[in-house]
């Protein structure tokens, strides 16, 4: 690995965490003082702050049943992004399909945030309401 990329370990961990919904797993690869920042209107929009935080917006992402399909590992100087596709179908027939790209800023090993880009900022916004 060159010493101007970022480790795309880092995010295929992240991604393997959250896929095993390994919260502690997850929690360990995250510093302290990590944002999230997410688009839309959503329960899961707008900009978190804390590991803590950020687990459990992982854990109620995964709760409404998303399935993450990894499509590409793409590495920056200073972070990963990973081109992804989430699917999901709610109890009462919502359904999500989108593409977005999570990009993962990282620092010593450690993720400090993540940035959510979406291909269906409504849809998500949708899914992630109370009917």
Do not use: C, K
């Not at 990329?5 to 959250?18: I, N």
């Amino acid at each position: 690995m060159s010493t101007n990329s970022a480790d795309p370990t880092v995010a295929q961990r992240f991604l393997a965490a959250f896929q095993a919904r390994d919260w502690e797993g997850l929690r360990d690869l995250l510093a302290d003082d990590i944002t999230w920042t997410m688009p839309g209107s959503g329960s899961i929009s707008g900009t978190i702050r804390g590991a803590d935080a950020v687990v459990r917006r992982a854990r109620h992402i995964a709760d409404q049943g998303l399935h993450t399909e990894l499509r590409h590992v793409l590495v920056g100087a200073h972070g990963i992004a990973l081109s992804l596709r989430n699917t999901a179908t709610a109890p009462d027939g919502r359904r999500l399909d989108e593409h977005l790209a999570t990009v993962l800023a990282v620092r010593h090993g450690r993720i400090t945030a993540i940035d959510s880009y979406l291909s269906d900022v409504d849809g998500m916004s949708a899914f992630f309401t109370a009917p």
